[in-house]
């Protein structure tokens, strides 16, 4: 065993997240595991997280920091996919930190199993509360290939997320897509069907930072139509390889629930103009080639709501604005609080 070689690198990108970004590294530095090596890309940041990288590499050796323009989350990991020298590779996000023992249980599970990826749970961190992930991770299961994607592309204990996961080199074949929303879902589908088998570890190791100047916090059109895209490229991509075709219908199914739960928030929550009768429309041509047949699989209000938005938009609309007062009159929960 060569012991100068790091057990994992860890790839953090790292990009306006100055406040955060000093518990970030120093939750990786003071991983139980300490053979590690971490690698930080300064994404073009225009705060002072450039400086903060360095100044942490200047006391760790086991630190190696990127400097670069601003190019995106993508383009920040695959430039340290690039200069990683470790068998295995991590990822964790600027503004968000690990627990401890997260890297150590990671690797000792796929070690003991021969897996290619170890998957642990994460928490979602709001200002008032923290959320764990349901359902959740509650014992040790290792999972062949095709469970593990069929898992993966139903949200199934499995997410696209690559934070909560450390993957095998080797199973890193293709790299993030750069210049397009929900990177995520595009590549996670292709890494794990490299694998032969997953490891899922009943640890909550890494905590999400809720942001409300984030992506996925940012309710957009834009947004919302990506992510069904992405949704299309992970069936393309499975269609392509031929992999779990019994589950095909079953995830047209899942697609169209997907466009029925985004455009309700689209009809709710967005100013009624032309942008918003142009993002519905754009959706339903998205879906349209999978509806067909589908209808006896959906739920009566589906079925309705399905028929709405592709042939009848406008009804649509008035239907979820109406329902979303009624919605209101209901009491409410603990309301979340996201982070600056």
Sequence with gaps: MNTDKPEISVIVPIYKVEKYVRKCIESIINQTLRNIEIILVDDG???KCGEICDEYASTD???????????GVSAARNAGIELASADVIGFVDGDDWI??????KLLDAMHRTSADIGVCNLTYDFKNFVRTENPAICKETVVGRDEALEMLVFENLLHSYPCDKVFKRDVITTRFPEN?????????????????KVVLVPYS??????????????????RCVSRIKAILCQFDFLKAEGLIS?????????????????TKYMARSLPVDKALHDGLEEMARL?????DGKMQLLSPKDCRRLLRLMHHRRCYVVTMRLSNLFHKLKPKGQLAECFD
């Design 45 to 47: 940041s225009p705060d």
């Design 61 to 71: 050796s086991r630190i190696k920091v990127i400097h670069g323009s601003n190019r």
């Design 99 to 104: 627990e401890p023992q997260m890297y150590e």
């Design 180 to 196: 397009c929303r929900y990177e995520d879902l595009r590549v996670m589908v292709r890494w794990v069907a490299n694998a032969k």
């Design 205 to 222: 190791g890494y905590h999400y930072i809720q942001r409300n100047g984030s992506y996925l916090h940012a309710f957009t059109i834009e």
């Design 246 to 262: 019994g589950c095909w219908e079953r995830f047209q199914i899942h697609l169209i629930r997907e466009a029925l739960l985004a």
């Design 287 to 291: 879906i349209s080639p999978y509806t």
